[in-house]
């Protein structure tokens, strides 16, 4: 009795857990800074950032925005940094859908 729940659990496991577990990754943009500066326009402690990134998506689309933040004086973002995030990220900020 008990090999015949422990083999029904784990055949049921996959129909438990539902497509969750067999989903995709989320789909990874890449952004890389092509302008960057500090401005001192921001309260005291820190800077307010203004940078210009190209971000590339995944099916090769890409897309320039600029943008300001204000951030720690120890964060910097130089021109040539490259890095990647989660494109659903975006959308939910992204003002204007892309064609």
């Known amino acids: 009795m008990k090999y015949g729940t422990t083999f029904a659990l784990i ?3 996959p129909v438990l857990l539902g497509n969750a577990a067999f989903a995709a990754p989320p789909a990874r943009c890449r952004a890389e800074v092509l ?4 401005l001192p326009y921001a309260p005291i402690g820190s800077w307010l950032l203004k940078a210009t990134v190209r971000i590339t998506y995944p099916d090769g689309q890409t897309a320039e925005s600029t943008f300001f933040r204000t951030v720690p004086w120890q964060v910097t ?5 490259r890095f990647r995030f989660d ?3 975006l959308r939910d900020a992204w003002p204007v859908a892309l064609q």
């Open 11 to 13: 055949l049921g496991l």
């Open 35 to 38: 302008r960057s500066e500090e």
């Open 77 to 81: 973002l130089r021109r040539g940094e």
């Open 87 to 89: 494109c659903e990220r």
